[in-house]
């Protein structure tokens, strides 16, 4: 017997205003709210909800932030799993995880299913090793199945997170599957100031700290390395027993992570 190990979050704690830096996806995103909070509005002029929106872009960039702002900010149950949970070495154990999830969301309808890195159960069929693998493409089949068989308009909308799109078999890319694409890219300038503003809300930061100064510094940079930017600064100042975090502290957790970014350091020169 398959144990399903999706989690049920009925409050994921994330709200709009948490996000910053990726308006239009976060525009896309408080429509479907809308969608889940007065169905009719949307039913009546014969439209329907769509089912599954495609999340992609790089890690860090507030995929899985998105995904959980919606729930939320709907109040609808938040089912979350990542595609690797569902790829097993057992044949039919993957696609048995895939029926129970979604047999437990249209039990919870309306609600948001979430699936992080889909091209682990979603890669192209046939393109394996030795011409593909059998256990992957019941559950990719079971998946696709599944999209199929609920109804618009029902309330389970399945959000997926990939960073390569480019893998996906085209099958769940079709009308009435993934229809929506969004794409959601690292922020700009701009974009980083309004997400260290939101990561710097509970800092005490010092005066020499400018938030502006620092997202020039930071070309590059995702939203989750930005967080972790501030982050380590906090725990610097900690260390050093200061009650404000100052420029010192971000300087020094700026290159740890400029250190982390361009991967591990090489040994023995
Ligand atoms: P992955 O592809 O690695 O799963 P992701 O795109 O799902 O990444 P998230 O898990 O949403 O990334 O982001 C990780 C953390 O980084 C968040 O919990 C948040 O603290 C911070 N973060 C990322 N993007 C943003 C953003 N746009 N605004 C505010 N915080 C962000």
């Known amino acids: 017997k398959s144990t399903a190990r999706f989690e049920r979050r009925p409050d994921t704690g994330v709200n709009f205003k948490d996000i910053a830096g990726i308006d239009e996806a976060k525009a896309e995103f408080e429509e479907i709210v809308s969608f889940l909070k007065e169905p009719e509005k949307y039913t009546v002029v014969g439209a329907k909800i769509p ?5 992609v872009g790089p890690p860090g960039t507030g995929k899985t932030l998105l995904a959980k702002a919606i729930a939320n900010e709907a109040d609808v149950p938040f089912f979350s799993v990542a595609g ?13 995880r895939v029926r129970d999830l979604f047999q437990k969301a249209s039990e919870n309808a309306p609600c948001i299913v979430f699936i992080d890195e889909i091209d682990a159960v979603g890669r192209e069929r046939g393109a394996g090793v030795g011409g593909g693998n059998d256990e992957r493409e019941q559950t990719l089949n079971q998946l696709l199945t599944e999209m199929d068989g609920f109804k618009e308009n029902k309330g389970v909308i399945v959000v997926g997170a990939t960073n ?7 099958a769940l890319l079709r009308p009435g599957r993934f229809d929506r694409q969004v794409t959601v890219n690292l922020p700009d300038r701009l974009g980083r100031i309004g997400i260290l503003k939101v990561h710097a809300k509970n800092k ?3 005066d020499d700290v400018s938030l502006v100064q620092l997202a020039n510094r930071t070309p590059g940079f995702s939203g989750a390395d930005l967080a972790n930017l501030l ?3 906090a725990i610097l100042a900690t260390r050093y027993k200061k009650e404000t975090i100052s420029k010192n502290e971000v300087n020094q957790a700026i290159d740890r992570i400029i250190g982390g970014i361009a991967g591990t350091p090489l040994e023995d020169g």
């Open 51 to 55: 089912k599954g929106i495609l999340l």
């Open 84 to 96: 690797s949970e569902f790829v097993e070495m057992f044949i039919g154990i993957g696609a048995a």
């Open 204 to 206: 005490p930061l010092g």
């Open 231 to 233: 982050n380590e600064a």
């Open 164 to 170: 390569r799109v480019d893998i996906l078999d085209a």
